[in-house]
């Protein structure tokens, strides 16, 4: 688990790469059905940091690996922070980068439950900092066409087809083998912020894994890395 969760370079290699920008993987500890694990978002957060940091000179954070999951109170295992104390991390971490000599910092979010990544980002920019959050739900959507992800993100809202597809590429031992029998449909979720995931769902999943393919989340990785380049392009401006 730790070769693809935590970086391992030298300070020494950190200096002679001289990256200007970082990237802090967010995701999450929380429940994904049966058939992935708990620290799916995570995992997914760093897959994509690691994906970017392959075709471009950035400092590859350590993840934050347990935020916001309120929506998934009442399963066992999740487990949450506030979103003040989510704030408060990032914010640190912005410091702390720009003390050493990195004044841009990328957010890569694996958990679309962390509204305040939103805040927080806005914030930064209002200040004059230079801090962008990846991937919006634009890079999402684009990746889902490249990947020929079949299923909405409506639908495709919890270990479903996506996140399931980009785990049975990057790391197929953490998806269970009966992944395909999981479907779970919930489109009307009128009230999930009121009532939470549990109130639309039994098995904590909204989507089709069974769709899921390795292809689909190789193709929707490589997308993620192309638009990347905006992120760039932003942080530069």
């Known amino acids: 688990m730790i070769d693809y969760l935590l970086p391992t370079s030298t300070a020494v290699e950190e200096r002679d790469r001289r990256a200007e920008v970082a990237l802090l993987p967010v995701g999450?500890?929380?429940q994904h059905g049966a058939l992935l694990p708990l620290a799916t978002d995570t995992v997914i957060a760093v897959t994509v940091a690691r994906a970017v940091g392959g075709a471009h000179r950035v400092l590859q954070l350590p993840p934050v690996t347990i935020s916001c999951s309120h929506e998934h109170a009442g399963w066992v295992g999740t487990v949450s922070i506030s979103a003040a104390t989510l704030y408060a991390t990032v914010t640190d971490v912005a410091e702390s980068l720009r003390r050493s000599?990195?004044?841009?910092?990328?957010?890569?979010?694996?958990?679309?439950?962390?509204y305040v990544l939103s805040n927080v980002v806005q914030e930064a920019s209002a200040r004059g900092e230079r801090m962008a959050l990846f991937p919006t739900e634009v890079d999402w959507m684009t990746a889902r066409t490249a990947g020929g992800v079949e299923t909405g993100p409506d639908s495709d809202m919890h270990a479903g087809e996506l996140e399931t597809s980009i785990l049975l590429h990057a790391h197929p031992d953490l998806v269970a083998p009966d992944y395909a029998e999981h479907d779970e449909l919930a489109d009307d979720r009128d009230r999930f912020l009121t009532l939470g995931l549990r109130a639309y769902t039994e098995s904590g999943v909204v989507g089709r894994p069974s769709l899921a393919s390795a292809a689909k989340g190789g193709a929707a990785l490589a997308s993620l890395v192309d638009s990347f380049a905006g992120v760039l392009a932003a942080l530069d401006r």
């Open 101 to 114: 000599g990195i004044d841009k910092l990328a957010l890569v979010s694996g958990h679309g439950g962390n």
């Open 28 to 30: 999450s500890f929380e």
